[in-house]
């Protein structure tokens, strides 16, 4: 039994608002770019550039800009792994679909529409509400507990602590690689504080704890993007190195709990001009803070744009629509899609 296709008045709706919402996280997105750049100092960077070969800067920036594209490909591979832990596997195709779509909504304010839409999108390949939201809440734990604790590499430079701290960022995830459900257990006592209800089903230890492998990859990836920013500006590498990638992960850990603040903005750039401050001067931490804002906008919605045409490109070589459902039993949600696309 198949899906009967939409009316084309139905379709023509959904085209127009897809195109409407497209077109607002783009103005956003300019608006953001615009503030942030009126009124910025850029004679501090000419300073410090001075005298350097073009293609050093080509080479730093374009491998920061590779660098968090990688990241958001393993936060994917993270997400991804959470929800399959939760029930059948789901493919990638479908998967990567999901999540580039919920890329370009996280610019507005809330943090809620993504949500909705993964949800909608996930009911199409036959994955529950209570599932996506379960996805949802414990990969959020995941985020923030790898998050702070790749975190704490910045301890000895920004606390003037001893390497001894990095002790500290190994053990809540060994725990956790060790205890997986712990995840759970942590996304339960969130909920609770939080009034709202719990996960509906437990992740399972394969599922959770590639998802935390996957996590602290895209950390220490995001922290290199950071790390090559700040190495235009002249600071010491080795030295540098683990305070970036702390810095960063705490960062955007802040930026997340600004919930009202589109992709935390201003909160995130606040503790990164604290981290960055500790080796360069607040004037050019400020150019690094900047210019990593933009290379992460931009890096994401490339890399969504090229995730959703590359689905895009699956879906229409194929000859089945990717709504219609299989019949109950004969494949899994991991087989689901991808072969319906063949």
Partial sequence: MTVPEPPVRQRDWRTAARRTLMITVL??????????????????????????????????????????????????????????????????????RIFFVGQFAKFVPGKVLGLVISVQMGRSIGVSPSRMMSAYLLTVVVILLTGATVGIAAGPELLGASTGWLVLAVLPVMAVLIRPHLIDLAAASAAHLLRRPAPATTGSGRGIRRAVVAQLAAWLLGGVQLWLLALVMGVPPARSLLLCIGGFSLATVAGMLAVFAPEGIGFREVVLLAALGVILPLPAAGVVVLASRLVTMLSEVAAAGAGLLVTEVHRRRGSRSWRQPLPAGRLRLSESYDEREQ
Avoid: H
């Fill in 27 to 96: 103005l956003v997105i300019a608006v953001a770019v615009t503030l942030a750049l009126r009124g910025q100092d850029w004679s501090v960077l000419a300073a410090a550039t001075e005298g350097r070969e073009p293609i050093f800067f080509v080479l730093l920036v374009g491998g920061a800009f590779l660098a968090n594209a990688l990241a958001m490909l393993l936060a994917m591979t993270a997400w991804r792994a959470m929800l399959s832990g939760l029930g059948e596997p789901v493919g990638r195709i479908a998967a990567a």
